[in-house]
């Protein structure tokens, strides 16, 4: 089974490994946590730190939080907000306390964005996006970065404690802007444990990864205030339609947004790089490439929830008996019903909006 | 009168002047403003930023602010918060609208002193002692940094549009902490403008200025606010009893704190450098060297008022009528009656601290 929900390939689990072993992650597999989901079983998810930590709170029901950030510059969120919702959407059905917060102050130091319009994106879309995405907005608190002064106030305590080598060591490079964001987003990171220490899970990409160990080597060098360093959990790229790099809005062409209308979906997907041969006849014999195939990828990552049923894809794809077209069709057809769901439900949720557990300051 | 009024001498007025030069300060003069006060007048006051904006204001009514900070850190204060309140005094006569922050979030940064320590120390102390010195209560807006969100979202907008090497080049070096301290101040110097642009002035020690500078650059380089850049007004520092730094807590003996007891006082001005001769003789043939006496030097930055009450003083001293002995002696009763109705003042001010203008966040 591993090979198939792995299609991905030596070459990609090459980088991941090195990625685990040059940061010294956890690697992660579906038996970290009971009942994994999709993207879990699938090694979608690759690693983590401290992640025994979160097994034990799961299994012993004890309390934890799972933690993630609304970056709202964005008109619209893209796949990898998609899996980190999946993961807070995951511990939130084994009891996580569950936090969002709207990360408008760094929005605003980052790429300029006022608070007011940082503020108005979040509520008249991304926090309802997150909500059409699976989470359950009765067990979820809400905040907003520039409303949190206790969250602030740490930042600016965090601040002393960091030496901008440091910094520089961790992150590459330092400049004002981005030191500001980095100390507010250990705030962050760590604020559901402000009252009471508590375990806690930041799902992210593997991009994120430097707040997290910049967090970790903060919290644990304070001696005044005792906080349990924050696990996280890793998950892979969803790569580019074209696969040649991380799907990205710099390519509009190979990459989905949530939403996308039907038509530019179809679009996308039929002239996404496949496994198909050079012909039908070859392919037919040789069967299709899945490990170079991105519109497998996108079933296998995203739309496909029944490990049978992509199994099945699997199988008949890689025998030659369903062609590069047939998968792409396939696809096209579970990612424009994909989209009608969301939008079904966003529109639902956007009506829930001033219902929310907003955390009054 | 030039001459007895700045007995400090060409070697101090000379480094002063390669200030003035190198960092494009224009010089102040008496005629800068109307009815310039002591250390106005005796060129203690020696330069400044933008100071015909505010003499503009001052004579044709026309709205401005003055502002200052408070740190909380030490248990007492110096004497060049004194030149800093006087000042701030001056422009509060001349009609500015007075602005006294307490800088919590910064102390918290720069010195690890805690937002409850902080804002306990302020009330109980620095903000008693502001008005002890002379700030009209009644007419001085109070707030404390830490709670004032518009200020810590400006920092942020801020942090974006300074880069590490401008920084470094304005500071020297750059850290963390000294990056979130520096960005706030910008937003507190600029905070009375928020509202509606208005010129400022900003009474500080010339170490200062690099707050000043990075203002400045940073408030014209914006688009879309509009304010004007802050004016500055820099005083020389007292110097330490012995002569050889600024006065400062690192050499006790040779710092006179506000308050300080009568005992400890009279010891250390007994202690000072004077400008007596190696003999008594000496010194009635000579007269003192009053440029090298830092017992006059406190007498003509803070204990005379009257001009022709210290031509007097120096006429006697520099023509050896009056020795050091007395001149210390002379300035012992003024610090001590200095002290005294400083701490008569101050008990009165701690009651009248629930009454002040907080500003409401």
Known sequence: MTKIIDPYGSELVKDYGNIIKNFGLEIFDSSTFPKPNRIMRRKVVFAGRDLKRITKCIKEKKPFYALSGIMPTNETIHLGNKQVVENLKYFQEQGAITFILVADLEAQAARGLSLEEGKKRALEF??????????????????????????????????????????????GSADPGRIISAVTQIGDIVYPQFKEPMPGIIPVGIDQDPHIRLT????????????????????????????????????PLSCINIPEDEKSVRKKIMRAKSGGRATLEEHKKLGAEVDKCMVFELLKQHLVEDDKELEQ????????????????QLACEKMVSFMKDFNKKLEKAKKQVDKLNFVKF
């Open 216 to 251: 970790r080597d903060v919290v644990n060098r304070m001696k005044d205030k005792k906080f349990f360093s924050p696990s996280s959990l890793y998950h892979k790229y969803t790569p580019s339609l074209d696969g040649k790099i991380k799907m990205s809005k710099s390519k």
């Open 126 to 171: 991304h926090i309802p996006a997150y909500i059409a995405l699976g989470l359950d907005p009765k067990k979820t608190i809400f905040y907003f970065q520039s409303e949190n002064k206790e969250v602030i106030h740490f930042a600016y305590e965090t601040a002393k404690k960091i030496t901008l080598n440091e910094f520089k060591a961790i992150y």
């Open 313 to 328: 894809i699997f199988k008949e794809y890689s025998s030659g008996k369903m062609s590069a077209g047939e998968i792409k």
